[in-house]
């Protein structure tokens, strides 16, 4: 290889690893503080015992078909892909749409700071011959359409939580369902507005790029306006924002049937101590806030996060038990990263990809004065 390119290939190497190294040594220490906060908590006001003695007395049975439901939710988030890089000018198969959000999926759970997106797009790139922009736009028009799906199934979820007359106990918890709802709704409309800003003519982001010339801003606003213009191609098609929206409608109601299930599984099953139409409304309620939680990469794959917006939700709005409701948490959130490491695993293999090498370094080349040597013999 010519020094010269060897030395250009490594600066620019290095300059990437700088780039990442504080986005990432912020999101491991957020883990890490996230989990000394919560062991401490969780040492001091719950029984460890009793949690694990929860998890351990899980019904096998609600395991298994919680497993079933979240197994079967991955093909259709990966047509719900499809539908999104349509509009875009790029047609895919569900298949290879599933196994590259399989592998996206599981290097953000790996990766800090969410840096396994790229994955998706390298595939995208490398096989199917999708530019990087449009790979990156689609995955923040997907993002915008969970937020509009959480919002609306909290939303949903709160408002029958309500109208069934199920009140909320009257010391404090019921702080935790207001939290979980303000945010539900306002990730919900912040995904609508975008989009129905999208849809129409007006061309906002030449202004703002104008006004903001220069400035600090001028980097979030460029890419405010890159996520309105991605936002923008798949609003203009309607029948793309009908199928999207579906799809994302059946992929977090089957995220939320499986946390109910797996809380099921700790209570008792559904003839228990809390009837079947409580623990669906409330454990969609939890998975929405858990979720939602999860939306500001403070810790790796949102752990600590999920678990303590999910048990505070469950305890603030059923009898259930703090530590049962942690180890169904715990237990939730285990089985859908398990599944989809089992997945990012099986899709790595098929797709030689790998955690310790970029996905665009280049094969090596061979040397020479050795492909010379073997041409002479």
Known sequence: MNPRVAAARLRERLSGIRERLPRGSIAVAGTVLVLAVGGAVLARTLDVGAVVGAAAAADPRLLLAALVVYLLSWPVRGRRYGDILAPMGHRCRTGFLTAAVFASQTANLIVPARAGDGVRAYLLK???EVPYPTGVASLAVERAFDLVALGALGGAALAALLAGGRSVPPDGSGRAVAAAAGTAFAA???????VAVARTDRRFGPALRERTAGSRLSGV???????????????????????????????????ALTAVLVLAALVGGFGGGVDPATLLVVGTLAVSAGN????????????????AAFTGIVVATTPIPAETALAAAALDHALK????LAGGGVVAAAFDLSVTRSPDEPEPEPDAAATRSASDR
């Open 337 to 340: 990263n398990a599944v989809t």
């Open 292 to 307: 939602l939680a999860k939306v500001l990469p403070l810790s790796q794959g949102g752990i600590g996060l999920y678990e």
């Open 221 to 255: 606003v460029d890419a405010a306006v890159r996520f309105g213009a991605a936002v923008r191609v798949v609003a203009a098609d309607a029948g793309a924002v009908a199928r999207v929206s579906l799809a994302s409608g059946v992929v977090w109601a089957a995220d």
């Open 126 to 128: 490398r096989r199917r």
């Open 188 to 194: 919900a409309a912040f995904s609508v507005v975008a």
